[in-house]
């Protein structure tokens, strides 16, 4: 499985954006997909998941706020990230679990929120 994060950028505080994460290779393989961040000196928080069932799970820091999605016909998962704070700074990396187990992840979209 390959996957390509894009999206990522410079937004006010309170502003939204919408991460996107193209998903190649065995994708039918594919049982869970997710949204992680990493902030400067913290270490990788996870943030929403969202299983082949379509059921979602969030961090209580993001639930609310942010909404995780997934389009299967384009390969394609979503964050979309509303009411940004400055403590949203971070890389956010997108991560997909096969049904060996195995995780696999995306190389990673910087966003900043200035306040």
């Known amino acids: 499985v390959q996957l390509q994060a894009s999206g990522g950028g410079l937004v006010q505080a309170g502003g939204s954006l919408r991460l996107s994460c193209a998903a190649s290779g065995n994708i039918a393989g594919i049982r869970i997909m997710g949204w992680y961040r990493q902030a400067p000196g913290k270490q990788r928080e996870l943030l929403a998941l969202?299983?082949?069932?379509?059921?979602?799970t969030y961090a209580d820091s993001v639930k609310g706020r942010f909404t995780i999605s997934r389009d299967s016909a384009q390969n394609t998962l979503y964050l979309q990230m509303n009411s940004l704070k400055p403590e949203d700074t971070a890389v956010y990396y997108c991560?997909?679990?096969?049904?060996?187990?195995?995780?696999?992840w995306g190389q990673g979209t910087l966003v900043t929120v200035s306040s």
């Open positions: 969202i299983f082949n069932n379509h059921e979602t």
């Open positions: 991560a997909a679990t096969i049904g060996t187990g195995d995780d696999y």
